[in-house]
């Protein structure tokens, strides 16, 4: 059995919620955590296709990058559209959980997958850095006999993995010295009578963002009833996190070659551009999937040759002309992405983790716009 609970707890460890804009009601959506799942399907959207296409295939848990909820409702009826599409997903019994810009900002996430569709060279850098990870020391006490159990259960949650090594600790041997009180309920020893155990201290660097997966995990695995840890802040950097990657292509192109390679890219028929003599050659390129235009000054800053990305306004575009930054916008819908890599992530945790379920992409959603040309 599988439930929504353990499928999101792999889930917010390759993209903590931590790592989501402020505005961003990412999380779960419908459902419960503690659901069954079954089968899965990985969506960019909740929509009407969308919807059908997890009915058809009794699907109990899907997985969107958009969020369907972004402001508070004061009704549930079937007078709105959209607000049908919520009761039919509850009448469904289907849960939804949303992954949004902690996924766009997460370490080979929707913006890296990006950037390497377009073979940009490393390093790659992040184009806005919202926050900075950092690495915290978990001093943890734990009988002998239970230190390797423990030590794995950490590790598999993500304690112990610093650059490009994993599962690393440091472990002493010493002597754990208490005396339980009356209410006290404790596995080794008994109420109100002095106790020594042989215990092994481990020491493990911690990602700040899994701290509390960490925690609970202790509670979960440590035989005490009160396990005895520290937490101390080392100052030591882990990475920077944020919207948006810059990076170089392999040699300079025109931007007219570059169009190219972003419609080969995404499989697009058309994009947009402004502010371009097709060709001017290029080679440093910045790219933010989604609505990137209040970003285009950090592009500047970067100094990007040209900007990537999608829905641009009409006034956003002549700011950009005025400040001279070339840009194809390729839309939104580039992000589908999200639904070929998440379910390459997602069923190579299936055998990680040893679900019990299938995972299908979603299949029938379309990009909202179409481009109709009158050659007449």
């Known amino acids: 059995m599988t439930t929504v609970k353990e499928i999101v707890s792999r889930i917010e460890k390759f993209a903590p919620k931590s790592l989501a804009e402020d505005w961003d009601p990412v999380g779960l959506a419908f459902g419960s955590m503690n659901q069954e799942v079954h089968k899965m399907m990985i969506a960019l959207d909740l929509d009407a296709m969308t919807l059908k296409e997890a009915q058809e295939n009794d699907v109990d848990f899907i997985f969107t990058h958009h969020p369907p909820i972004f402001k508070s409702l004061t009704t549930l009826n079937e007078h709105d559209t959209r607000r049908k599409e919520y009761i039919e997903l509850i009448k469904s019994d289907i849960s939804l959980y949303a992954a949004h810009t902690n996924v766009d900002a997460a370490e080979n996430g929707m913006n890296d997958w990006l950037a390497n569709s377009l073979s940009l060279k490393s390093p790659i850098e992040v184009l806005d850095t919202t926050t900075e990870s950092s690495y915290k020391l978990l001093v943890l006490y734990t009988p002998l006999e239970d230190a390797e159990s423990i030590r794995r259960a950490l590790h598999k949650k993500g304690a112990g993995q610093v650059g490009d090594y994993d599962n690393v600790s440091y472990n002493t041997r010493g002597t754990g010295r208490f005396i339980p009180s009356e209410k006290a309920k404790p596995a080794i020893g008994q109420p109100n009578k002095a106790e020594q155990v042989i215990e092994e201290r481990i020491e493990v660097l911690v990602k700040e963002s899994l701290i509390g997966q960490i925690i609970q995990t202790i509670y979960e ?156």
Not at 259 to 288: D, G, S, T
Not at 309 to 324: E, L, P, V
Not at 354 to 374: C, G, H, M, R, Y
């Open 221 to 376: 695995v440590h035989p005490y009833e009160e396990p005895v840890f520290h937490l101390f802040d080392i100052g030591k950097k882990d990475k920077e996190f944020g919207m948006g990657r810059v990076g170089s292509l392999a040699e300079p192109i025109t931007i007219q070659q570059l169009v190219e390679k972003v419609k080969e890219a995404y499989h697009l028929p058309f994009v947009r551009c402004a502010n371009v003599n097709l060709e001017q050659k290029v080679e440093r390129v910045a790219i933010l999937g989604g609505s990137g235009e209040k970003y285009y000054k950090k592009a500047l800053e970067k100094e990007a040759d040209i900007y990537i990305t999608g829905d641009i306004s009409y006034h956003g575009a002549q700011d950009m002309i005025r400040d001279g930054l070339p840009f194809i916008d390729p839309g939104h819908f580039i992000e589908n992405i999200f639904v070929e890599k998440m379910t390459e992530k997602l069923k190579k945790w299936k055998e990680e983790e040893n679900w019990s379920l299938e995972i299908i992409p979603a299949s029938k959603q379309k990009d909202v716009f179409t481009f109709n040309l009158n050659n007449s």
